[in-house]
């Protein structure tokens, strides 16, 4: 009885978030490698608290893609922040400027979100791709002084990636040729940008 009585309750929450026309939110769940994170974390988790909503609403508008993850793990630490993939969590760096949490925090799930993407054209790697919609998410998001410091940043990044050489390919094309070039991949992956 009671069992049926949850499943009841359940059924009825899914009704009213299909009836109000709103998917159900992207948890991000934060947690500290270790106890001298916790202070980092607790900043990763208020700009989540406080901004995941329109975050996830700008990235679907730009990307014109659904978010799929509905639960993501997020683990902080002090090293190179990777966006993990399914099961594997978000790896976030602690030791960033409140403004790079934020705009890493977006870059990695920016990363997961494309990850629905299987197929590209061969000059477009992971953050090429990435970088078709981020600076645009940014400036709406938080203005382009915003967006061109966390390009700035991005682009000091050495030894794992060329991230200047991406940021510099990305940005020598227009807001419009980034769109229509982003527009061509979700074509190549039968998507017509409204799935």
Not at 41 to 67: D, K
Not at 71 to 89: H, K, Y
């Amino acid at each position: 009885m009671m069992r049926s009585g949850f499943l009841i309750l359940v059924a009825a929450l899914a009704c009213t978030i299909w009836l109000s026309g709103q998917r159900p939110q992207v948890d991000v769940r934060f947690s500290p490698q270790s106890d001298a994170f916790a202070a980092a974390t607790r900043e990763y988790e208020a700009i989540w608290s406080s901004e995941r909503v329109r975050v996830i609403e700008v990235m679907e508008r730009v990307s014109r893609l659904t978010f799929r993850e509905s639960e993501i793990r997020a683990i902080v630490f002090e090293g190179v922040s990777q966006s993990g993939l399914g099961d594997t969590p978000i790896m976030l760096r602690a030791s960033y400027a409140a403004a790079t949490k934020k705009a890493t925090l977006i870059h990695e799930l920016g990363h997961r979100h494309l990850a629905q993407l299987k197929r590209r054209p061969r000059d477009i790697d992971e953050h090429r791709l990435l970088f078709l919609i981020l600076y645009d998410i940014w400036v709406e998001l938080y203005g382009e002084q915003f967006a061109n410091e966390q390009v700035g940043i991005e682009k000091q990044r050495r030894g794992l990636y060329d991230y200047e050489g991406a940021w510099n390919w990305a940005l020598a094309l227009s807001k419009e040729d980034r769109r229509m070039k982003f527009q061509q991949v979700l074509q190549q992956n039968g998507l017509d940008g409204r799935d």
